[in-house]
């Protein structure tokens, strides 16, 4: 009867403690910062992938698809700031876009468990904050940058798919 008794609070005090537990945040809403502009752009990702070196001739104001090759062959612009730890099978990208309208705090959100570097005036940009959400399927990282007002180039490396779909985006 004892043991009955204390199964009994036990289970009453794993059940209050459940409940205390705040509920799970959907799929997205894990990151630092909103995304639901993100979570849209991504909704309507192109299909068609950009060459590597690509030159942009307006900043993106939704999704962009860009091929990625062999690391080895990716002419990437600098070197990456984390270089893949193998090159075997790791691919490479990287596309220019004119000056931003204005400088200030950008955020590049990318759907492969790649590296990005941003460039600016030939200098790779420190990245000021990054977060994921394994629970999203849109896309899995979104790094902020800090941007002035100058031509960019976005590179990215590792290990990845065919290609990479991304935003750059004032950080909200």
Wanted: hydrophobic share 45%; net charge negative; glycine share 8%.
């Amino acid at each position: 009867m004892k043991r009955l008794i204390m199964t009994i609070a036990g289970l009453a005090l794993a059940s209050a403690a459940a409940a205390a537990e705040p509920p799970a945040k959907p799929p997205c809403e894990n990151f630092d910062w909103p995304m639901a502009r993100e979570v849209a752009a991504f909704a309507a990702a192109p299909a068609e992938a950009a060459a590597s070196g690509t030159g942009l001739k307006a900043w993106p104001d939704g999704v962009t698809r860009l091929a990625l090759g062999p690391f080895e062959t990716a002419a990437l612009p600098v070197m990456p700031d984390r270089a893949p730890k193998e090159t075997d099978g790791a691919k490479g990208a990287w596309i220019t876009l004119p000056a931003p309208a204005a400088g200030g705090t950008y955020q590049v959100t990318i759907d492969s468990k790649l590296w990005v570097d941003v460039i600016q005036d030939g200098r790779t940009v420190a990245s000021g904050a990054h977060s994921s959400d394994a629970s999203c399927p849109a896309f899995h990282k979104s790094v902020r940058f800090e941007l002035g007002i100058a031509p960019v180039t976005l590179q990215f490396s590792g290990a990845g798919d065919e290609s990479v779909t991304f935003t750059i985006l004032p950080a909200s």
